[in-house]
T-cell receptor, first 111, second 113 residues
């Protein structure tokens, strides 16, 4: 398995609180991605990174921000969590033009 | 916007059958195409990657093909087994968007003994 870990694996938080999810890789891949998976929508891209400090928005980026200060870490922050952000969040990594590998996911519940 | 359709949405078959899962893209300009497997409550496991210069890939009992002219891909599973039961997802990128994958909603496969 590709060396990707996500933390925390499960989190319950209240509406309006900030939340940060962490993705850590040991593969030294250049590209990292955050997706969310919801019933009826499949997986959708939130943000992605193509290098340290280089990030861009995906199709569902509103309410989320990201940071990448090191090759191995990609952080996803929900600035003020809402119930619509209850979801399963997956991190993925890949080399340029290559196969994407996914982490185990974080199940987030916003109450 | 790229839309990805997977047919059928669900499939239940007896062990030993050969299966075909289908995936189609509204924009046929696919650069890389990946098939994934997802078990309940788990992450995605990459099964096959068809890169831009390729038309098909094989791994064991799995064979995936991509027709770029029509934007359609098929995943063929030979001699299905109960352990193949999972949701199968296809995803493609458009090359110019730095590997951003567009996913279908998956085919939920059940193989019964």
């Amino acid at each position: 398995d590709a060396g990707i870990t996500q933390s925390p694996r499960h989190k319950v938080t209240e509406t309006g609180t900030p939340v940060t999810l962490r993705c850590h890789q040991t593969e030294n891949h250049r590209y990292m991605y955050w997706y969310r998976q919801d019933p009826g929508h499949g997986l959708r891209l939130i943000h992605y990174s193509y290098g340290v400090k280089d990030t861009d928005k995906g199709e569902v980026s509103d309410g989320y921000s990201v940071s990448r200060s090191k090759t191995e870490d990609f952080l996803l922050t929900l600035e003020s969590a809402t119930s619509s952000q209850t979801s399963v969040y997956f991190c993925a990594i890949s080399p340029p033009r290559g196969e994407q590998y996914f982490g185990p996911g974080t199940r987030l519940t916003v109450t | 916007k790229q839309e990805v359709t997977q047919i059928p949405a669900a499939l239940s078959v007896p062990e030993g059958e050969n299966l075909v899962l289908n995936c189609s893209f509204t924009d046929s300009a696919i650069y890389n195409l990946q098939w994934f497997r997802q078990d309940p409550g788990k992450g995605l496991t990459s099964l096959l990657l068809i890169q831009s210069s390729q038309r098909e890939q094989t791994s064991g009992r799995l064979n995936a093909s991509l027709d770029k002219s029509s934007g359609r891909s098929t995943l063929y599973i030979a001699a299905s087994q109960p352990g193949d039961s999972a949701t199968y997802l296809c995803a493609g990128d458009r090359g110019s968007t730095l590997g951003r994958l567009y996913f279908g909603r998956g085919t939920q496969l059940t193989v019964w003994p």
